[in-house]
């Protein structure tokens, strides 16, 4: 089958250097992974790898729900004092 279709995508250039810097690593060029990742699509009727939002942990929940709430919130009059107490100045 003769390749003619043309896939255009507008990405950040620093995710397109690095992905092409590991492409070349593995010897395969960027049409050459796009066409390896639509192949695979078809083949798992899918992503073929897992996509899910990831669930906070339990510090993370708590840490949350404090910020929610507004339990245990620091204050600060100033951005100075606030830079002074994260030892930033």
């Known amino acids: 089958m003769p390749k003619s279709a043309v896939v255009t995508a507008r990405v950040d250039p620093k995710l397109k250097h690095e992905a092409e810097r590991i492409f070349a690593e593995i010897g395969l060029t960027t049409s050459q992974a796009v066409a390896l990742f639509l192949k695979q699509v078809g083949l798992r009727n899918g992503l073929p790898f897992s996509v899910r939002v990831p669930v906070p942990n339990d510090t993370t929940r708590v840490a949350l729900d ?24």
Not at 66 to 89: K, M, Q
Request: no cysteine.
């Open 66 to 89: 404090d910020a929610r709430e507004r339990r245990d919130l620091a204050t600060y009059e100033t951005t100075d004092s606030l830079f002074e107490d994260l030892g930033i100045r």
